[in-house]
């Protein structure tokens, strides 16, 4: 059967639910639900990173009374195009397509929970925007090493490098036809228009999306919600300032900052590896809904 726009069914778990964007774009949100959840959380990848990485995240979660609805970015995992010379999207068709459809399947999954979105890396910004856009999506933001990739944010001398290579990420995805980053080490095989819309937020501070009409910067101003951002004590992707500007961009009614390490994580407290053992990441998040 056909999915309209925004529709889901529900199969086994495994499975999860098969959604259509308003462009025809199909994918699947990774789900793990326990018996009776407290809350109901919409889940955003990093960028390059499959739905399925986050699935005993998602059972950390699940273990602690959260229904967790993985999403799956366009292009990567059970998305049905891959970016290519001939298929190409931005922000725009993340945030006006995809992630209202993945929205619209978790009221008939979960009626009546309070509502989380939340994110890993570009994940947290995307979220981020999506409640700028969707002010009533959600009660709660969470973050996991999330910040603004704005260069200046970064300590130097690495720091100083990075316009360098916001400038080369776009070059070389125009040039290929996508970004191919598993060759580069850095994301998966995105589309150029993602990768152009990143590195403008890297380079100016600011969040825009190629053929939006809504300012996303002043809609971040009426983000108002209470966040909780988990960052890993040794994440040089995401450093303090990172998370200050992302953060700094909203009007939180509270704002939880719990800061990891590798002894309370047990593994390195770096921006990937909490994936393996998210015990830790689940412990802080939770926390915040008992202080609620």
């Known amino acids: 059967m056909t999915a309209a726009p925004g529709d889901a069914q529900a199969p086994a778990d495994d499975d999860g639910l098969a959604v259509a964007s308003a462009d025809g774009h199909r994918f699947r949100l990774r789900v793990r639900r326990p018996a009776a959840p407290v809350a109901a959380l919409l889940w955003l990848p990093a960028l390059g990173v499959a739905a399925k990485h986050y699935l005993p995240f998602a059972e950390a979660l699940s273990a602690r009374g959260v229904a967790v609805f993985v999403h799956e970015w366009r292009g990567h995992g059970s998305s049905d195009v891959r970016a290519g010379r001939d298929r190409d999207w931005g922000y725009r068709s993340l945030l006006e397509d995809d992630l209202p459809a993945a929205l619209a399947a978790l009221p008939a999954a979960c009626p009546d929970l309070p509502r989380i979105v939340g994110g890993h890396s570009l994940g947290s910004q995307l979220a981020t925007c999506l409640l700028a856009l969707s002010p009533d999506a959600a009660q709660r933001l969470w973050l996991v090493a999330g910040g603004a990739p704005y260069w200046r944010t970064f300590?130097?001398?690495?720091?100083?490098?990075?316009?360098?290579?916001?400038?080369?990420?776009?070059?070389?995805?125009?040039?290929?036809?996508?970004?191919?980053?598993?060759?580069?080490?850095?994301?998966?095989?995105?589309?150029?228009?993602?990768?152009?819309?990143?590195?403008?937020?890297?380079l100016t501070g600011r969040y825009a999306a190629a053929g939006m009409a809504i300012d996303l910067e002043s809609a971040l101003r009426g983000v108002r919600v209470a966040v909780d951002a988990v960052r890993m004590?040794?994440?040089?992707?995401?450093?303090?300032?990172?998370?200050?500007?992302?953060?700094?961009?909203?009007?939180?009614?509270?704002?939880?900052?719990?800061?990891?390490?590798?002894?309370?994580?047990?593994?390195?407290?770096?921006?990937?590896?909490?994936?393996?053992?998210?015990?830790?990441?689940?412990?802080?998040?939770?926390?915040?809904?008992?202080?609620?």
Do not use: N
């Open 155 to 202: 300590p130097g001398p690495r720091g100083w490098l990075l316009p360098l290579a916001y400038r080369f990420a776009p070059w070389l995805a125009d040039r290929r036809g996508h970004l191919p980053g598993r060759t580069i080490g850095f994301g998966g095989r995105e589309a150029r228009g993602v990768i152009r819309d990143w590195s403008r937020s890297g």
């Open 233 to 292: 004590a040794d994440d040089w992707l995401v450093p303090p300032g990172s998370l200050d500007w992302l953060l700094g961009k909203l009007q939180p009614t509270a704002v939880r900052r719990p800061v990891l390490d590798a002894a309370r994580l047990g593994v390195r407290a770096d921006h990937f590896a909490w994936m393996r053992r998210p015990d830790a990441v689940a412990d802080a998040l939770a926390a915040g809904l008992q202080s609620a």
